[in-house]
């Protein structure tokens, strides 16, 4: 986790430049392909994660409710971008990968409670909302 942390951060930076971007006078940075890599990795760990059926709470271990905390960041920073896509042109790839960021910490701290052996907590008063595409047909 800790070099896609890194490669995340420099990701961000590109977001964070092309919201910067007046009129679209320079290239943009944010990619596709980042968006893809995201994606990938959210596959990837809610296949290591235990199935999910309920509605869970952010925590468990430490490490997992930072990752949560990071995932709160990331929806509050999504809904300012979707106020500016409304003022100005944007980047639409930034907003495309906030979102799948904002999963990919959802994945992330799924996945680290997993390898440690912690639990996630589920809401009490959740029905069950997650059920495999299998049984849903």
């Known amino acids: 986790l800790v070099v896609k942390s890194q490669k995340i951060q420099h990701e961000l930076f590109d977001c964070g430049g092309d919201l910067a971007i007046v009129n679209g006078k320079l290239p943009y940075k944010a990619t596709e392909e980042m968006v893809a890599f995201l994606e990938q990795r959210i596959d990837a760990y809610v296949q290591e994660a235990p199935p999910l059926e309920k509605f869970i709470l952010p ?5 997992a409710a930072a990752l949560h905390l990071a995932r709160t960041v990331i929806r509050r920073a999504e809904r300012c971008i979707v106020s500016l896509q409304k003022a100005e042109p944007i980047n639409d790839v930034v ?3 906030m979102n799948r960021l904002s999963d990919y910490l959802f994945a992330a ?3 680290v409670n997993a390898r440690l052996g912690v ?5 009490e008063r959740s029905a ?3 059920r495999d595409k299998e049984e849903k047909q």
């Open 59 to 63: 925590g468990g271990s430490k490490a």
């Open 95 to 97: 907003l495309k990968y």
């Open 109 to 111: 701290a799924r996945v």
């Open 119 to 123: 639990k996630d907590v589920e809401y």
């Open 128 to 130: 069950i909302v997650f």
